[in-house]
């Protein structure tokens, strides 16, 4: 993300891949000279932050604009306290698995366990130079009566270090492979730092975006937590991002124009995955991003209202794209029940989905759920054989394949085998987890780096339920749409979700106008057809989306008008809690 908005920045009505929430005038600053400037005056701070951030790069820039400006400045860098590498490893190692698996469990450890933390907190500032720096991660541990900085970094950069191999996971280890590093990220220092992120919060002075190499743009939490109020009782997008993958098509690069268009597809659109996915600030044109569970750390309740209780900091709906138009098959797949989840993965809510089709082509398919004559024996016998001579499997004579059309909603509770087949673009409505997917077969495919993807078969047959087969697909698993309330140019549409889901969606169809109320429950939302919509909360805030672009309305709003700004109907997608 540029630092600063371009002057090129996408016009109201097209896909803005940099959405913000403006604070006004002089409410961003820009630059390590000015936050130099401050922390000078300060005398001592504590300068923590997340994984992943260049705290070398930070504390060079810092070191040379306070001694430009006359100061000596002594460091304390809490990395040099960490336990010894091997030591933290061994500490993890419960929650990483085994080597050989996908996934770990959520790391119930303290940030503080990771470090020799009664020595970091010894650490006093030292009189004998005029700033008192603490920088790393985990700097608060020492408790200083001195401001507190928080440097976040947004997920999608720090996974483009993590490939580069310029960073470490917390204590050090930096694994031969992304895979490896990504799940300790997601297990261990993201459950971490999270929990320390929220512990803190309170207590932060400034908040500052690690995101670029040689610049910073950084706020007082007055501001802050201003820009948070504003968007849990109006409206909150989150920045999207967009990943190549082995199956991937190129709806995407041909319908969102400011996309990168060198790499080779697009595969995923994180429209809103709220683990990865950060909030924007704008002010003078200057950027600043913050991750998502800020919002919900401090805002849960005007965000989910009747539902806060039940979720708690996890914003429970997420949007992506899947994106096969002129691509490739996903790969043959399901999702853990809830109670193998919660005991085998510690997770709270388990991967409940649908599919429904933005956009497809003639041919495109859907494959869900099983023959009516499932052989669960045959079927695992077959897919192992495929694995082990690499052998091509005809994956219709055990999955149905359904035709996709424009608009339909295919139901994926967890343990049903399924998968998008090529040319489809399909609007993923999901549960929030995202990661925990069994794939069976996988049409021999390599990775975009020429690896074998992981199979899970294990997993996937402790998981399936194989009573979703035959007739019952289609009268179960396909939603069937039931007009449920209209007026003279607006029709209001319920695509009925599986009762396992616990939300569920309609579509609302209109011409010129529409208002809704929240009935104080959170409203995640997508123009599926049209060109663009206005909405205007009961507050009076006013913002323009674009086709395909995600948005939520949270309960806080109360309501809202939508105004189709386009020349034929507009269709709009709305997911809520049940």
């Known amino acids: ?20 929430c403006s604070l006004g005038e002089s409410e961003i600053f820009n630059g390590y000279d000015s936050f130099a400037e401050w922390i000078i005056k300060q005398k001592n701070v504590m300068i923590d932050g997340y994984v992943g951030v260049f705290w070398g790069e930070i504390k060079s820039a810092l070191h040379l604009q306070i001694t430009n400006a006359g100061f000596n400045v002594n460091w304390i860098e809490t990395a040099t306290y960490l336990k010894p590498t091997s030591e933290i490893d061994t500490l993890v190692q419960p929650f990483l698995g085994t080597s050989d698996s996908v996934w770990g469990t959520r790391c119930l450890l303290e940030i503080k366990d990771l470090y020799q933390w009664e020595e970091l907190a010894a650490q006093l500032p030292d009189e004998a130079f005029t700033i008192n ?157 913050i991750s998502f569970d800020f919002l919900m750390f401090h805002n849960r309740e005007q965000v989910l209202g009747k539902h806060a209780q039940q979720f708690g900091d996890e914003f429970p709906i997420r949007f992506d794209f899947l994106d096969t138009y002129d691509g490739d098959n996903l790969s043959i797949q399901c999702h853990p029940r809830l109670k193998y989840i919660k005991e085998v993965f ?24 099983f023959q009516e ?60 987890p995202y990661i925990f997917t069994f794939k069976m077969y996988d049409w021999l495919r390599l990775d975009l780096d020429g690896n074998l993807r992981p199979i899970n078969i294990e997993h996937a047959f402790n998981n399936l339920d194989f009573e979703r087969k035959g007739s019952r697909v289609q009268d179960e698993l396909i939603s069937k749409p039931q007009i449920i309330g209209e007026g003279t140019d607006w029709k209001l549409i319920h695509l009925p979700t599986h009762h396992e889901h616990f939300y569920d969606v309609h579509r609302i169809d209109f011409e010129d106008e529409v208002s809704v109320n929240t009935d104080n429950c959170c409203h995640v939302l997508m123009l599926v057809e049209g060109e663009s919509i206005l909405i205007e909360t009961a ?21 809202y008008t939508l105004t189709n700004l386009g020349k034929d109907t507009a269709r709009l997608i709305k997911a809520f809690l049940k």
């Not at 993300?1 to 913000?20: E, H, R």
């Open 539 to 559: 507050s009076g805030i006013t913002q323009v989306f674009a086709y395909a672009e995600t948005f939520i309305v949270p309960a806080a709003a109360n309501s």
């Open 1 to 20: 993300m540029p630092a600063k908005l371009k002057k090129d920045a996408a016009a109201a009505g097209t896909y803005n891949i940099y959405p913000v």
């Open 373 to 432: 004559n499932i052989d669960p024996v045959g079927f695992k016998d077959a897919l192992l054989n495929s694995q082990n001579e690499n052998r091509e499997l005809n994956i219709e004579d055990f999955v149905q394949s359904h035709h996709a059309k424009k608009h339909d909603l295919f139901l994926i509770p967890n343990g049903t085998i399924h998968s998008a087949g090529a040319n489809n673009m399909v609007l993923e409505i999901s549960a929030t």
């Open 346 to 369: 510690g997770e709270k809510i388990t991967q409940d989905e649908t599919y429904y089709i933005l956009d497809c082509k003639n041919d495109a398919k859907v494959y869900l759920g």
């Open 133 to 289: 720096i603490v920088i790393g991660c985990a700097a608060t541990l020492v408790n200083w009566d001195a401001p507190i900085i928080y440097i976040d970094l947004p997920k999608n950069e720090l996974q483009y270090r993590m490939r580069a191999g310029s960073i470490s996971n917390l204590g050090g280890n930096q694994y031969t492979d992304p895979g490896s590093m990504y799940k300790r990220f997601y297990f261990v220092d993201w459950v971490l730092l999270n929990h320390h992120k929220k512990e803190i919060l309170d207590k932060i002075t400034v908040i500052a975006d690690g995101q670029w190499m040689d610049d910073i743009n950084w706020m007082f939490k007055a501001s802050f937590i201003n820009g948070l109020n504003s968007i849990s009782q109006s409206v909150i997008r989150a920045r999207p991002w967009f990943e190549p993958g082995v199956w991937g098509g190129q709806w995407i690069s041909q319908h969102i124009p400011t996309v990168n268009k060198e790499v080779v597809n697009y595969a995923w659109s994180f429209e809103l995955i709220v683990p990865e996915n950060g909030l924007v600030f704008e002010s003078d044109g200057y950027l600043l991003e």
